[in-house]
């Protein structure tokens, strides 16, 4: 249980969310803290072509925007999504996305601009200037799931997604 | 986990701050060199970009998150109370 504020230089700087997060639902009186998925033999694959011929797809843990419930009762107890993958065009760029579910800090920031977590704008600009090759037609959206049997079926989902549209390389961003 | 860069800003702006066009810009560019540069698995990097660099405030966020506080305990336990009950009382609800 942390008891003591951070004072420069003599704590650790970056916040270790996995402790965080298991001394809080700790203190919530979960008796089982979560057991994160660790992979012994991390998968890794160098790019298959210049990153200026690559397209470049995004898959993200948001949900895309169905209602606001940001305080409500339902947002703490119960996921308000299907907890299925999905894929959606890039084109339009959404406006908003739905987040109230997931545990991003609600103190120090928002989610109300889209580019700080689904970066379609930014690779589409840099797909403009040559940087890369392409923007993958579709995003594809991995939601929070707890079940790393189900996390597992949903990148199996996913990666035929890539498959299908002709995707390199993917940048995963969690939120 | 192949290749990862680390952004040390608040959870929920991984890709740069709001309205910072090019603090989002920054971001995306680290990522594309890191998906260039890496060789090996968990190859992580830590962004450039700074969050604030008012002290005060930089360890207010960082102290703020999930932060347990002893006169919340009890508050703290009886939601986990309240959210444990409501989860095994509406069977078919995803948890």
Same mark, same amino acid.
């Given at each position: 249980?942390?008891?003591?504020?951070?004072?420069?230089?003599?704590?650790?700087?970056?916040?270790?969310?996995?402790?965080?997060?298991?001394?809080?639902?700790?203190?919530?009186?979960?008796?089982? +803290?979560?057991?994160?998925?660790?992979?012994?033999?991390?998968?890794?694959?160098?790019?298959?072509?210049?990153?200026?011929?690559?397209?470049?797809?995004?898959?993200?843990?948001?949900?895309?925007?169905?209602?606001?419930?940001?305080?409500?009762?339902?947002?703490?107890?119960?996921?308000?999504?299907?907890?299925? +993958?999905?894929?959606?065009?890039?084109?339009?760029? +959404?406006?908003?996305?739905?987040?109230?579910?997931?545990?991003?800090?609600?103190?120090?920031?928002?989610?109300?601009?889209?580019?700080?977590?689904?970066?379609?704008?930014?690779?589409?600009?840099?797909?403009?200037?040559?940087?890369?090759?392409?923007?993958?037609?579709?995003?594809?959206?991995?939601?929070?799931?707890?079940?790393?049997?189900?996390?597992?079926?949903?990148?199996?989902?996913?990666?035929?997604?890539?498959?299908?549209?002709?995707?390199?390389?993917?940048?995963?961003? +969690?939120? | 986990?192949?290749?990862?860069?680390?952004?040390?800003?608040?959870?929920?702006?991984?890709?740069?701050?709001?309205?910072?066009?090019?603090?989002?810009?920054?971001?995306?560019?680290?990522?594309?060199?890191?998906?260039?540069?890496?060789?090996?698995?968990?190859?992580?990097?830590?962004?450039?970009?700074?969050?604030?660099?008012?002290?005060?405030?930089?360890?207010?966020?960082?102290?703020?998150?999930?932060?347990?506080?002893?006169?919340?305990?009890?508050?703290?336990?009886?939601? =986990?109370?309240?959210?444990?009950?409501?989860?095994?009382?509406?069977? =078919?609800?995803?948890?």
């Amino acid at each position: 249980m942390r008891s003591k504020p951070a004072l420069p230089g003599a704590h650790r700087h970056a916040v270790s969310y996995i402790d965080r997060s298991r001394e809080y639902y700790a203190a919530c009186g979960y008796e089982q +803290p979560y057991r994160w998925a660790t992979n012994a033999d991390s998968p890794f694959a160098p790019l298959p072509k210049p990153l200026a011929q690559c397209r470049v797809g995004i898959i993200t843990t948001s949900y895309p925007h169905h209602e606001d419930l940001a305080g409500s009762d339902d947002v703490e107890f119960f996921p308000l999504t299907t907890k299925a +993958p999905y894929a959606q065009p890039v084109d339009p760029i +959404p406006s908003r996305m739905f987040t109230d579910d997931l545990s991003w800090d609600k103190d120090a920031t928002h989610t109300d601009d889209v580019a700080t977590f689904l970066p379609i704008a930014q690779l589409a600009a840099a797909a403009a200037a040559g940087r890369i090759g392409s923007t993958a037609p579709r995003f594809f959206g991995a939601p929070t799931n707890y079940s790393q049997r189900q996390t597992n079926a949903d990148a199996e989902t996913i990666a035929r997604w890539c498959d299908d549209d002709e995707v390199d390389v993917v940048v995963l961003v +969690p939120l | 986990m192949p290749r990862f860069l680390f952004v040390d800003y608040p959870l929920g702006n991984p890709c740069g701050r709001p309205d910072d066009v090019e603090d989002q810009a920054a971001v995306l560019e680290e990522t594309l060199t890191l998906l260039e540069s890496a060789t090996a698995p968990r190859t992580t990097v830590q962004s450039a970009s700074v969050w604030t660099t008012e002290p005060a405030a930089d360890i207010a966020w960082r102290a703020n998150y999930m932060e347990i506080r002893p006169e919340n305990l009890d508050d703290m336990r009886a939601w =986990g109370d309240a959210r444990r009950t409501a989860q095994a009382t509406a069977p =078919g609800r995803p948890r």
